[in-house]
């Protein structure tokens, strides 16, 4: 069965510290899709990444990276110099590439709150 | 606008009273997905629309929710005889469906729900 574990509920760090967030999934699949999703106060999901099963290689977008290890089925999210703008709970998920249907809804996991204080 | 839009934004409701909650998707996303969200919970898959295939209404917690799209555009999620345990805000998202590939979704802001 999939399924996606953000062991960490909460965060609270400092302005401009470093802060990662675990991503641990499972699943029998060889192909998937793993993806962060941000939502802020507001209440919108925000898109932040998608990465195929693949492609291992680990991507950095300005303060924000992603590194994804298959030997440990994590996909860590980490913030560096985290600014206030970046409080939000953030979510990660898991969608089988083929499936049954074609149904793609997505595993989520639980989310981590992070607040980033001034 | 560009993006997917949810109404009403809020709704308060009675204990009994049937509620619809409708999305807008953006233009030329076939697919599209309900969750619901309780209040710090993750999100929860209640159903998913692609283009004229039938839905998968595997999410839908009980037979008083019930949603239906028009072709692929707007949406409308029906829960019947609401419950106290229904309160939460439900979200609806978008994407463009391709063969083996999972898109991105596209979310709303969601429509907050609280049952009296």
């Known amino acids: 069965a999939q399924k996606v574990t953000q062991a960490q509920t909460e965060i609270s760090v400092v302005e401009k510290e470093d802060v990662t967030l675990d991503c641990v999934y499972e699943t029998r699949d060889t192909t998937y899709y793993l993806f962060w999703y941000k939502q802020p106060p507001s209440g919108e999901l925000v898109f932040l990444i998608r990465?195929?099963?693949?492609d291992e290689q680990n991507e950095i977008s300005g303060r924000y990276s992603w590194n994804f290890q298959k030997s440990t089925s994590s996909f860590n999210f980490t913030i560096t110099a985290s600014q206030v703008v970046d409080s939000a709970v953030y979510f990660c998920a898991l969608s089988e590439a083929f499936n049954a249907g074609n149904n793609r809804k997505l595993i989520w996991g639980l989310g981590t709150s992070l607040a980033v204080n001034p | 606008g560009a993006g997917v839009s949810q109404s009403p934004s809020n709704k308060v409701t009675e204990k009994g009273k049937d509620v619809e909650l409708r999305c807008d998707p953006i233009s030329g996303h076939t697919a599209l997905y309900w969750y619901r969200q309780r209040l710090g919970q993750g999100l929860e898959f209640l159903i998913y629309?692609?283009?004229?295939?039938?839905?998968?209404k595997s999410g839908l917690p009980s037979d008083r929710f019930s949603a239906e799209r028009t072709g692929e555009s707007v949406s409308t999620l029906t829960i019947q005889r609401t419950q106290q345990e229904d309160s939460a805000v439900y979200l609806c998202?978008?994407?463009?469906?391709?063969?083996?590939?999972?898109?991105?979704?596209?979310f709303g802001e969601g429509s907050r729900l609280t049952v009296l």
């Open positions: 998202a978008s994407s463009i469906y391709r063969v083996r590939r999972t898109g991105e979704l596209f």
């Open positions: 990465r195929n099963s693949f």
């Open positions: 629309f692609q283009g004229n295939s039938a839905p998968d």
